[in-house]
C-alpha cells in the first residue's frame, strides 16, 4: 500500500526530517502480537542525588524535538498514560494555530488521516504542509501548471562560437563518443568485466573502474588542474567561476576533472569544511551541463527554422523529458544551500516565486547552541523536514522555481519526497483507498542525465530504500510521449542505454557497504566510476583526549548472512558472563549497539534472560522520545539503571551527552568515526571530569569481525586493520 512506505520513512520518535528509517523493513521486528517485553528495568534507590533531577532535565533543544511523538510500534505507551495523552491533546486543541499556507493539491500525494507534527513552542512558524477543509494534509510543493513540450526557442543573435569544441567532454561523453570504444565500453558493461586501477593524487586515494579488459591501459586517469581556467565551461560561467574560486585546493585539484569528464564519482570524505566547495563543484558542473544542452537545442532549432521543412539537417540532441539534473538531499535546508550556490553561480536577472522558496524551505531560527557537533548542526540546523521536491527552470535571464516536474531542468528532492511524487504501483485495501490511488509517474526520471546525492552519510540514517528505489526507476523508458519529437532524441535512448551515459556523484563523509553495492549496481557509465577516500586514516582512537583501555575483539563468521547470529552468540559468549560477575561494580555501563535489529535482539534478551535478571537497565533507541530517554539517562546517572542500552541512530538524531559512563561496550563499531570520538572520548571524558571516574580507569570494549572492515580502519587506522583482520590472535588492546 502506499502508505507502508511513507510510515517506514518516519518510523518512531525523532521529528519530522530526523526520524527516517534505514530499512524499512525493521518495524516486523517488533510485532504487536508476540510477547511483551519490559524496556528496562530499574533498582529502587531511596536517596537519590537531588542533582540528577535536575541536571538531567530536558534541554530546551530537546523539549523541542516532537516530544508527544510516537511509534506505531509501541502502542502502549498512549493507553498506559491516558491522562497525559488527554492533556496534551487538549493543549493542542487550544495553542494558537499556525500561519499555513493554502495550495491546491492532489489529495492522494499524502498520507490520509496524517497527523501533523507541529512544534507547540513555535505557534508563528510555518509548518511544511497547510491543512484544507477536509482536515488532510495539504502539501506546498506541489505545482498546478500544465506540461510544456520541447524547447522552441531561436536565437537571433549569439555572441559564443556555434563551432563544438572537440575536446568538450560533453561532446566526447553524449553527442560524438568514440564509436569503437564506446561499443567496447557498453560490451564490458553488459558482460560485467570491469578494470581496476589505483592510484593516489595529492593524498587521496583513487579506486577507479573502467568496464572492459585492460581498459585503464587506454583511458588514465585526468591530470589535476590548478585553477576553473582548465575547465569547459560555457562562457556565461567562465567570470563567475573565476571569480569565485579563482584557484583549487588540493582536493578540488583531484575532483573537478574527474567530475567534468563524466566520470561516476563516490567521494567518501566529506566534511563540514569541503561542503561548500563540493556543493560548488556539483552546481557548477551541473548547470553548465545545463547549458550546454539547452544552447544546443535552441541553436539547432534556429538552424532548422532557417532552412525550412526541407532541410536534410536532421540533429540529435535531446532526450524525452527535459529534466537532466536530479539533486537527492536530505533536508530542506541541504536544498536551499544548493539553490543559493546556483544562483550564486548564475547571478540570475530575476527569480520567480523566490519568496514562495524563502517561506517554504527557509527557517533562520538558531535551533542548536554552539556546543553541539559542527556535522550536527550543519544537518539539522534550520528546516529538516525530509519531505520535499521541487523543480527549477532555466531561461536565459530567469531562474524559475516551483515548475512543474516535466517544465524543470533540474529536480531537487529528498528520498522521501521524490518516492512519493513517484507513486507505488500497489493499490489500496479498499475501494476508496484505490480511487485515490495515485497512478505511478517516473517518466520524469527517463531523461536525467547527472545525478547528484549529497550527504550520503544522513540518508543512510533516513530511509535508504527509498533511494535504491529513486535508482531503480532512472532512465526507463517514459510510458507516455509528453509531446516529445522522437526524431531529435539522442540514439542511445531510443537503443535504452541511457544509464550507461547517466553519471552518479555521491558525497558521503564515509563509505559504507550501502554505497558500495549502489556502487556495484547503478553507477555504470561507460566513463568509468571512480572512488575517492583520504590515502590513510589515523584512526578515530588518535583523538581521544583521554587515556583507556580500549580492547578489540574478533569474533568469527562464515558469511555476511550469519555474521549478526555470530556476533550475538559471541556477545552471549564472552560479554555478558564478564557484566554478571561485576556485580556492583557494573554500574556505569554503556552497551552501543549500531544496529536497531541487533539492539531489538539485545533488548528483549536482557529483559528475559535468567542470567541478567539481577541486572537493572535502560534503553535509548531513535524511538524514545524526550521524556522518555531524558528518564532512562536520569536513572543511569544515579544507578537506577546499571546498564544502559544505546543505538547509533538515536546518537545520530539526538546527540545526547551521556553522564555517569565508566566503561563502554560496543556491540559492533559506528559507521560514522565521529560517534566513536564521542562516545568513547567525550562520555568517558565528561565522567572524569564529573569525579565520577578516575583518569585512565574508563574501558572499552569492542565486538568486530572482518566484515567490518570499513568501519575497523576509520576507528583504529589504516596501519593497524590489516594486521587486526589476518593475524590468528582475536583480541588486540589499545591505551
Known sequence: MRNNFRASARRGGPPRGRGGGRGGRTRGTRGRGGPRFDKGRVADIENVEDEVSAEEEPSSEDASEDEASGSEDEPEQAVSQPYLALMQSLSKESAPSAKRRKLDHQSEEVKPGKKLKQDATKPEQED??????????????????????????????????DIPDESDPFETHFVTPNQE?????????????????????????????????????????????????????????????????PAFDNLEQVLYPLTFAYNDLFFCARTTKNAENLRRMACLHGVNHIFKTRDRVIKNNTKLA??????DFEPRDQGFTRPKVLMILPTRNSAVKMVNTICSLCEPDQQENR????????????KFSGDRPEDFRELFEGNDDDMFRIGVKFTRKTIKYFSQFYNSDILIASPLGLRMAIGSEEGGVDAADKKKQKKMDYDFLSSVEIVIVDQADALLMQNWEHVEYIFEHLNLQPREAHDCDFSRVREWYLDKQAPHFRQTLVFSAFHTPELAELSRRRARSWAGRVRASPAIYAGAIEALGLKA?????????????????????????AVVPALTKRGRDVAGTLVF??????????????ATAPALSALTFGAISEYADVPEASRARSHFLSGRHQVLLYTERAHHFRRYVMRGVKRVVMYGLPDNPVF??????????????????????????????KYDLLRLERVVGSKRVGRMVRERGDTFDFV
Open 128 to 161: 511544511t504542509a497547510a491543512i484544507d477543509e477536509d482536515g488532510e494534509e495539504r502539501d506546498i510543493d506541489h505545482v498546478e501548471e500544465p506540461e510544456e513540450g520541447p524547447e522552441t526557442e531561436i536565437v537571433v543573435s549569439d555572441d559564443e562560437d
Open 181 to 245: 570504444e564506446l561499443q567496447k565500453r557498453l560490451k564490458g558493461i553488459q558482460a560485467d568485466e570491469w578494470t581496476q586501477s589505483h592510484t593516489e593524487q595529492n593524498g587521496w586515494r583513487l579506486i577507479r573502474n573502467l568496464p572492459g579488459k585492460d581498459a585503464a591501459q587506454a583511458a588514465p586517469l585526468p591530470a589535476p588542474i590548478p585553477g576553473p581556467s582548465s575547465l569547459k565551461l560555457k562562457q556565461k560561467l567562465v567570470e563567475v567561476a573565476t571569480r569565485k574560486r
Open 306 to 311: 532557417k532552412q525550412g521543412e526541407n532541410s
Open 549 to 573: 583501555k580500549q580492547t578489540f575483539s574478533r569474533f568469527e563468521a562464515p558469511s555476511a548472512a550469519a555474521e549478526p547470529d555470530a556476533r550475538f552468540a559471541y556477545f552471549q559468549r
Open 676 to 705: 566513536y570520538q564521542e562516545i568513547v572520548g567525550g562520555f568517558l571524558g565528561k565522567s572524569e571530569l564529573d569525579l565520577k571516574l578516575e583518569p585512565g580507569k574508563g574501558t572499552v570494549r569492542v565486538l568486530f569481525s
Open 593 to 606: 549497539v549500531p544496529s536497531y535489529l541487533d539492539f531489538v535482539r539485545v533488548r528483549n534478551y536482557f
Open 355 to 366: 519568496k514562495r522558496f524563502d517561506d517554504s524551505y527557509l527557517d533562520k531560527e538558531v
